[in-house]
C-alpha cells in the first residue's frame, strides 16, 4: 500500500511525525511537501494530493494544515476525492467503514500527536462496509 503525505507549513511537524510512523510500519510513502516551515498556502498541496490520489499514484493520502479544516475543503473540490477529518476515534473508524475515505486529514496546531497516529491505527484497521455506504459514495460524484 502506497501513502502520500502533504501539509502546509502549519502542519509540517506533524506531518513529517506520521511520514516516519508510516515508513516505520512498512509503508511506501511519498512525501509530497512542504519541506520547510516557510509560509505557503494549503489550497496548493491538497490540489498535489488530489492529483497523487486520481492518478493512482498513491493508494491512500494524509494531509495536514492548522486545523484540517481548509485542507479539507480544498481536497473536496475534487470529484472522486474523499477526504475526511478524522477529530475523534470513533470518527476515524466510521470514515472507513461508510465514507471510505481516500484522504484522511488532521490539525497540526489542535490535535495531539498520539491521538493522530491512534487514529491512522483505527482507520488502516477498520473495513469499508460497502452495499449501501457504495451507493452512496456513488452519488457524492453525481
Ligand atoms: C495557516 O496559518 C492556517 O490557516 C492553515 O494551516 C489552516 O489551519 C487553514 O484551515
Redesign the pocket.
Known amino acids: 500500500m502506497k501513502i502520500a503525505v502533504a501539509s502546509?507549513h502549519?502542519?509540517l511537524e506533524l506531518k513529517n511525525f506520521i511520514r516516519d510512523f508510516l515508513k516505520e510500519k512498512g509503508f511506501e510513502v511519498a512525501d509530497l511537501g512542504t519541506k520547510n516551515d516557510c509560509s505557503v498556502d494549503?489550497p496548493v498541496y491538497a490540489d498535489k494530493m488530489a492529483a497523487q490520489i486520481l492518478a493512482r499514484k498513491a493508494d491512500l493520502g494524509v494531509l495536514v494544515?492548522?486545523?484540517g479544516?481548509?485542507?479539507s475543503i480544498r481536497a473536496n473540490r475534487h470529484k472522486g476525492i474523499r477526504a475526511a477529518l478524522l477529530y475523534s476515534d470513533d470518527v476515524a473508524v466510521m470514515a472507513k467503514k461508510h465514507n471510505n475515505a481516500n484522504v484522511i486529514v488532521f490539525?497540526g496546531?489542535t490535535m495531539d500527536k498520539n491521538d493522530v497516529i491512534k487514529r491512522i491505527e483505527l482507520f488502516l484497521d477498520a473495513e469499508f462496509e460497502g452495499g449501501r455506504h457504495q451507493e452512496r459514495i456513488d452519488l457524492l460524484d453525481k
Open positions: 502546509d502549519a502542519g494549503y494544515c492548522g486545523t479544516i481548509g485542507i490539525g496546531r
